[in-house]
């Protein structure tokens, strides 16, 4: 294939698709939006507030001194000095903030009941722009803007490519103590959230997570224990319950500057699989008083399944405390019963729905804490952005605003910026944004038929552990899903257009192990963690649909692979490629992220016993 980004019959056929944004539509077809067009007038004819203002800023610094040591994250309030320092442990523990018992709306909440708690940290410098963060940003401008086909990509290209010899199976990791493929092991911990949850999985996955842990270029290093994070004992209880250990980085970083007091906004990025969920919802669960029958917390995601997931996560860390979840997602709420629950986990469409009743459901001047998973998709202008600004400007102007997710691009990062004013920043560099772990590939395919040929190719290894296979377009998972079937494999799909019920039933399948291959849109390429997905297949090469030219959606990309190598597991992600354009624009995703890519041949037993390999070696977790 040349170089040349000519375009096809293939790819100019897409215009006559419906812009979801989330998933593409069969054009034939109808969907169903969340919220009425009805509905929504009135909604807007609601008297709204003005924007949200929050918390004044305080000092962070040992907090951001904390972050600073630990590499690939960068806080706002980090001098340039530091940040620029040795990414070395440190056994020494930052200050831990008090949660601030006289403050009316917060004191009587999870955090503030515990007795033993050390001070909070008393200077008061103001928040200032990290130099980290700005450099990471101007890397991040300079990439993001070119589409290949200049001389600087192609250099960029011929080193990544150059760099490609060598095995990509099981090469031996070490890590900071020095232990190489897991050979210090002490201690064997299954982390899977499923285990005695609602959903069981027969099909465990044992993972050693000690040596990573103590890695400090690993994501999930931390310097403390929970123990130090001055969590409530009920939640500990329940962290020990979950099998948690050891925080990740995030969790550690983030944790005391969510539960520092008064409460300040924070934005925080941090690689797929990295404990985000359990950093927001141990702050949903401090904030919150058990003792007051209403919801006073909420937490948006984009689907329905991440919204459950969420739940179900909250559920099973607060399992000691007396606060109770609500799931806001259609089908789920009565518009004559009132929620007495303290955590509203939902989607922004029925969040809008609920207030556009007024009071009658709950009363939104009780929410504390508003927290976004997947945040950039939450707000962007082309995506869900709109309901989610209608919904916060509901809420009360002191609400702690909470921004996660594992992509920022530079326009959604302004956006994050006003929509979370003073708020705490924790991003990571762009070249640090994907996990090692996962061995990203591509495949050449004989044209857009040739990718069916090559999808069924794979089907032995993508059901050795279980396998994601992301497409466009609904009508194309129904229709590859039809034909796997037809030919006598096992699969599911999974779109938008399927009713609510069957969408939780084909994931609680999947989750729990029955179907080990499925077909799906960018529906579930965020946020959904099963750890057990070992392999990823991009089908079609995922782009930002009309409004963005149809070039190549670098965020979607990192999302949907990160459905594997979760929390240290290895994965493999497979991206096909059928035509000049799609090469190219693997190539413009390569050159973004300054990650290569080993092609791979379908019909090559070579390659399909390396890929093996690597799958099997995926599933018994990161040693
Ligand atoms: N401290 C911890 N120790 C062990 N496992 C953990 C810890 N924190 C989170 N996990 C596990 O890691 C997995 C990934 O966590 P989570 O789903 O929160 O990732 P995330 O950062 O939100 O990812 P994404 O960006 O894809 O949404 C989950 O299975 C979770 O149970």
Not at 78 to 97: C, L
Not at 120 to 132: F, L, R
Not at 320 to 336: C, E, H, M, Q, Y
Not at 589 to 594: A, E, P, R, V
Request: contains cysteine.
């Amino acid at each position: 294939m040349s170089d040349a980004l000519a375009s096809s019959k293939s790819w100019a056929d897409l215009d006559d698709e419906e812009d979801a944004r989330v998933e593409f539509n069969d054009p034939s077809s109808s969907s169903s939006p969340s919220s009425s067009k009805q509905e929504q007038q009135q909604q807007e004819q609601q008297q709204q507030q003005g924007p949200v203002v929050s918390a004044k800023p305080q000092d962070d610094a040992p907090i951001a001194s904390l972050a600073s040591r630990i590499s690939g994250l960068s806080t706002s309030n980090t001098p340039p000095s530091e940040t620029a320092s040795a990414s070395a442990p440190s056994s020494s523990s930052p200050a831990r903030p008090k949660p601030n018992t006289s403050n009316n709306l917060f004191g009587k909440a999870l955090a503030g009941v515990k007795s033993d708690r050390a001070s909070a940290p008393t200077s008061t410098a103001p928040a200032s722009t990290s130099a980290a963060a700005s450099a990471s940003v101007g890397e991040s401008k300079k990439n993001v803007e070119l589409l290949p086909n200049n001389e600087e990509r192609k250099d960029k290209m011929n080193n990544i490519m150059d760099d490609q010899e060598g095995g990509w199976g099981t090469e031996p990791t070490t890590n900071g103590n020095g232990a190489v493929n897991g050979k210090k092991k002490e201690e064997v911990v299954d982390t899977s959230m499923s285990d005695g949850g609602l959903i069981s999985n027969e099909f465990q996955v044992e993972v050693k997570l000690a040596d990573l842990q103590a890695d400090p270029n690993s994501p999930l290093y931390s310097v403390q224990t929970f123990e130090q994070l001055n969590l409530h004992d009920d939640l500990m209880k329940g962290i020990y319950a979950v099998g948690f250990k050891k925080p990740s980085k995030i969790q550690e970083v983030a944790l005391p500057l969510l539960l520092s007091n008064p409460p300040r906004n924070l934005i925080g990025q941090s690689q797929s699989g990295t404990g985000k969920t359990a950093a927001f919802s141990l702050d949903m669960l401090s904030r919150v008083d058990p003792a007051l029958m209403t919801p006073q917390a909420i937490c948006l995601a984009p689907s329905r399944e991440l919204a459950r997931q969420i739940q179900e996560v909250i559920d099973k860390i607060g399992q000691f405390t007396d606060i109770k979840t609500f799931l806001a997602v259609p089908g789920s709420w009565s518009r004559n019963v009132r929620i007495d629950k303290h955590i509203l986990i939902g989607t922004p469409g029925t969040l809008v729905d609920m207030l556009s009743r007024g009071k009658s459901i709950f009363d939104p001047k009780q929410i504390r804490v508003f927290v976004l998973d997947e945040a950039d998709e939450m707000i962007a202008m082309q995506g869900l952005g709109d309901q989610t600004t209608r919904i916060k400007r509901m809420l009360p102007p002191n609400v702690q605003n909470v921004l996660f997710s594992a992509t920022f691009n530079d326009n959604v990062r302004e956006f994050a910026e006003r929509f979370a004013p003073e708020a705490n920043q924790l991003f990571l560099k762009l070249e640090n944004v994907t996990v090692d772990a996962i061995k990203q590939l591509y495949m050449k395919c004989n044209g857009e038929d040739g990718k069916y040929d090559a999808l069924a190719a794979l089907y032995d290894c993508m059901s050795i552990g279980q396998s994601i296979v992301f497409c466009k377009r609904k009508d194309t998972a129904d229709r590859i899903a039809r034909r796997l079937t037809e030919d006598g494999h096992e699969v599911a799909s999974l779109h938008g257009d399927k009713q609510s019920r069957d969408r939780d039933d084909i994931l609680d399948g999947f989750r729990n192990g029955k179907t080990k291959v499925l077909i799906t849109t960018n529906v579930v390429a965020r946020g959904i963690d099963i750890q057990q997905v070992n392999m990823v297949v991009n089908y079609d090469v995922p782009d930002q649909g009309p409004a963005g030219d149809f070039q190549p959606d670098i965020e979607t990309y990192i999302h949907r692979i990160g459905r594997t190598g979760r929390f240290g597991r290895k994965g493999c992600s497979v991206i096909f490629v059928h035509d000049d354009r799609s090469m190219g624009e693997v190539e413009f995703i390569m050159q973004t992220l300054g990650k290569r890519m080993k092609p791979i041949d379908a019909m090559n037993k070579s390659d399909l016993d390396q890929l093996e390999k690597a799958l099997k070696a995926a599933m018994k977790g990161p040693n």
